[in-house]
């Protein structure tokens, strides 16, 4: 997943100005010449975006950009020292968000001027390329240039090239990879635009810009429904506190199924799997059910998948537990504060008390003693008790969270009516979408339970479940229908 700018993500060849360009600096070459380029495309089709990424295909080639807050006399200063500094590399000069007409004729014809003097000085080395938008602004930059010596400016004669961006067939893709990039790694399906409906709207654009704009127009529509379907009901995040007896294989599978540091579910990943795993289960008929509306569906519930290592889990189960609970362990006893702490330090308590995301390293192999400890408590929830646990939990959550302004309301395993579900432990925030914490208690004996395939059913299982509570199925057949 992108974790910083990097435009090379959702950059793309464009064949026909490639050739170009090769063709371009192969007749400067031959002439011995730097040269002009009238660089023509519609608004929005990548101009900018192919010059800036050009130096990516084209080996040898250093790209400058000249930013419209250069004056027209200080360009050609700027690309003598540029030249003489690297004279063995070819250069290309863009200038950038100059592409509507804001020089005056005699600037541009003093511009025009002393690049044609500099370019006889400079050899090959040198490319200037002039992007413009509007095709009667290109044709008076060559009408100028004609005037001002077309033969030792324009590299092409007098004509401008025509740019006309990457195939439509990679709209979706650099949509794609831009979303992930601008984004925090969310894919255009996140946001209700599968591929199956992103390419169903590539027939009534032509340009990139365009396109981009019409997804996200589209992605409003659906939030928009999704919104009128719960109207005055709140959307709940639903996170799932997988808890284990051996906190290193925990936290691999885990991290398996999720990316950054606060366990955000990996949905493109987490899809792919389910459709590759389980072919011809129930579970791959339900997941047909939802079809390109799961990975919007998740990602509005804010699904995460959060492990508790069992250092955690017997820590809050000593100092919160009931005795039904304590009772089951060899070493009952336990410090109330020291388990706060545990629990302020974990994913969980993180997210709870909106701390920043701290970088953790992988941890050790749960020792036997420790799990054999938690696997006395997991027999609760075999004996379907595990509400004693949740309980428990609850009470070290509402420790955490005593004195924090936006806490409201905490309950385990009540039915809260507003979602139409009992989730295990429930958390109503002030001016901020509800959290339902839902645990389920794992085991590595006498196998394990779990490894990811284990748990993706858990998770598809209770997604299914808010969908059905909260009414989604009618924004499934909308995303469908769109």
Same mark, same amino acid.
């Given at each position: 997943?992108?974790?910083?700018?990097?435009?090379?993500?959702?950059?793309?060849?464009?064949?026909?100005?490639?050739?170009?360009?090769?063709?371009?600096?192969?007749?400067?070459?031959?002439?011995?010449?730097?040269?002009?380029?009238?660089?023509?495309?519609?608004?929005?089709?990548?101009?900018?975006?192919?010059?800036? @990424?050009?130096? #990516?295909?084209?080996?040898?080639?250093?790209?400058?950009?000249?930013?419209?807050?250069?004056?027209?006399?200080?360009?050609?200063?700027?690309?003598?020292?540029?030249?003489?500094?690297?004279?063995?590399?070819?250069? *290309?000069?863009?200038?950038?968000?100059?592409?509507?007409?804001?020089?005056?004729?005699? &600037?541009?014809? #003093?511009?025009?001027?002393?690049?044609?003097?500099?370019?006889?000085? *400079?050899?090959? @080395?040198?490319?200037?390329?002039? =992007?413009?938008?509007?095709?009667?602004?290109?044709?008076?930059?060559?009408?100028?240039? &004609?005037?001002?010596?077309?033969?030792?400016?324009?590299?092409?004669?007098?004509?401008?090239?025509?740019?006309?961006?990457?195939?439509?067939?990679?709209?979706? +893709?650099?949509?794609?990879?831009? +979303?992930?990039?601008?984004?925090?790694?969310?894919?255009?399906?996140?946001?209700?635009?599968? /591929?199956?409906?992103?390419?169903?709207?590539?027939?009534?654009?032509?340009?990139?810009?365009?396109?981009? !704009?019409?997804?996200?127009? %589209?992605?409003?529509?659906?939030?928009?429904?999704?919104?009128?379907?719960? %109207?005055?009901? =709140?959307?709940?995040?639903?996170?799932?506190?997988?808890?284990?007896?051996?906190?290193?294989?925990?936290?691999?599978?885990?991290? +398996?199924?999720?990316?950054?540091?606060?366990?955000?579910? $990996?949905?493109?990943?987490?899809?792919?799997? *389910?459709?590759?795993?389980?072919?011809?289960?129930?579970?791959? %008929?339900?997941?047909?059910?939802?079809?390109?509306?799961?990975?919007?569906?998740?990602?509005?519930?804010?699904?995460?998948?959060?492990?508790?290592?069992?250092?955690?889990?017997?820590?809050?189960? #000593?100092?919160?537990?009931?005795?039904?609970?304590?009772?089951?362990?060899? !070493?009952?006893?336990?410090?109330?504060?020291?388990?706060?702490?545990?629990?302020?330090?974990?994913?969980?308590?993180?997210?709870?008390?909106?701390?920043?995301?701290?970088?953790?390293?992988?941890? %050790?192999?749960?020792?036997? =003693?420790?799990?054999? &400890?938690?696997?006395?408590?997991?027999?609760?929830?075999?004996?379907?008790?595990?509400?004693?646990?949740?309980?428990?939990?609850?009470?070290?959550?509402?420790? *955490?969270?005593?004195?924090?302004?936006?806490?409201?309301?905490?309950?385990?395993?009540?039915?809260? &009516?507003?979602?139409?579900?009992?989730? $295990?432990?429930?958390?109503?925030?002030?001016?901020?979408?509800?959290?339902?914490? /839902?645990?389920?208690?794992?085991?590595?004996?006498?196998?394990?339970?779990?490894?990811?395939?284990?748990?993706?059913?858990?998770?598809?299982?209770?997604?299914?479940?808010?969908?059905?509570?909260?009414?989604?199925?009618?924004?499934?057949?909308?995303?469908?229908?769109?």
């Amino acid at each position: 997943m992108a974790s910083q700018q990097d435009v090379s993500r959702i950059i793309v060849r464009v064949d026909h100005a490639l050739r170009h360009l090769q063709e371009t600096f192969a007749a400067m070459h031959r002439g011995d010449v730097s040269g002009l380029e009238i660089f023509f495309g519609p608004s929005g089709v990548g101009k900018t975006t192919f010059l800036a @990424s050009s130096h #990516r295909f084209l080996e040898g080639l250093n790209v400058h950009r000249i930013n419209h807050t250069v004056k027209l006399k200080d360009i050609v200063p700027f690309l003598k020292s540029e030249v003489q500094r690297a004279l063995t590399v070819k250069h *290309l000069f863009y200038l950038h968000d100059r592409e509507n007409q804001r020089d005056n004729t005699e &600037e541009i014809v #003093r511009f025009f001027d002393d690049l044609r003097r500099e370019f006889r000085k *400079l050899g090959p @080395s040198g490319l200037v390329v002039w =992007p413009i938008s509007r095709e009667d602004y290109a044709q008076d930059l060559i009408r100028i240039a &004609e005037q001002t010596g077309s033969d030792s400016l324009l590299v092409n004669g007098a004509k401008y090239f025509t740019f006309s961006g990457p195939p439509k067939a990679h709209y979706y +893709s650099i949509a794609n990879e831009t +979303s992930k990039l601008f984004n925090s790694g969310r894919a255009l399906s996140e946001f209700g635009i599968a /591929e199956a409906l992103g390419q169903t709207l590539l027939a009534e654009h032509d340009t990139v810009a365009s396109y981009f !704009s019409a997804l996200g127009l %589209k992605s409003e529509e659906i939030n928009k429904h999704a919104h009128e379907i719960l %109207k005055r009901r =709140p959307r709940p995040r639903v996170w799932i506190l997988v808890a284990g007896d051996d906190a290193k294989e925990l936290w691999g599978y885990v991290r +398996s199924l999720t990316y950054r540091n606060q366990r955000a579910l $990996d949905i493109p990943a987490f899809t792919l799997a *389910l459709a590759k795993d389980h072919e011809d289960t129930h579970y791959r %008929k339900q997941w047909q059910t939802l079809g390109d509306a799961m990975p919007y569906i998740l990602s509005y519930l804010d699904v995460r998948i959060i492990e508790v290592p069992p250092r955690l889990s017997l820590a809050i189960a #000593r100092a919160f537990g009931q005795e039904s609970v304590v009772s089951l362990l060899n !070493s009952p006893t336990g410090d109330r504060e020291e388990a706060i702490q545990l629990l302020r330090e974990s994913i969980v308590g993180e997210l709870l008390t909106k701390s920043a995301p701290i970088t953790r390293s992988a941890p %050790k192999k749960t020792e036997t =003693p420790a799990a054999e &400890e938690y696997n006395r408590l997991q027999t609760l929830a075999t004996k379907k008790r595990d509400g004693e646990l949740h309980e428990a939990f609850r009470d070290g959550i509402e420790a *955490l969270l005593k004195g924090n302004l936006d806490y409201q309301r905490l309950s385990a395993g009540q039915r809260v &009516e507003e979602i139409g579900l009992n989730p $295990d432990i429930f958390i109503e925030l002030k001016d901020s979408d509800p959290i339902c914490l /839902e645990f389920t208690w794992r085991t590595s004996k006498p196998q394990k339970t779990y490894t990811p395939g284990h748990i993706q059913q858990y998770v598809l299982n209770k997604t299914f479940d808010y969908v059905s509570a909260l009414g989604l199925e009618k924004l499934v057949e909308k995303i469908k229908s769109s």
